[in-house]
């Protein structure tokens, strides 16, 4: 399916094939497309990047497209990544985190640093990380794929 190029964000690159590899809704995805572009923000004389999931509902766009500064984008796969890194080694933990010291990581990002913990104030944190850890273990080939490739990436670009 083509992703349109008539709306506010404008794609430059596009993957539209993006249904055939979405994880467990491989095949049978609303989100049909990747891209990245000029952003539906932007303002005259200031233009953004951005990236932009399709979601298409079968009969027409979805307005549950969710549109990413590549900024953000980023940020994200730093926390999925320091969030795997964590639960490898947290069946240590009775909880699946140290009760005592929440706080997985302080990640130093532009002068300052984006703090990774754990949502201590989730009043049903004891079942819901339980839950999260048995998800990300039953998606763990799906997202150490696109770790892995990730990291080949960054090492071929220098980083």
Sequence with gaps: MKIPTSLKHKPVIVCENYENIDGRKAYDSDAKGLSLGLAQWNDRGKVDISAKVWRHTGNKWSRQSEELPLHRVLDLAILVARTSKHFREAYRYDNLYDKENPQLDRVGLQGDAMTVAVAEDNPNLDE????????????????????AVLARLLKEMGY
């Excluded at 990380?129 to 990300?136: Q, V």
Aim: hydrophobic share 40%; aromatic share 4%; no cysteine.
């Design 128 to 147: 819901d990380i339980k839950l999260f850890d048995d998800a990300l273990k039953n998606d763990g080939e799906l997202i150490g794929e696109r770790l």
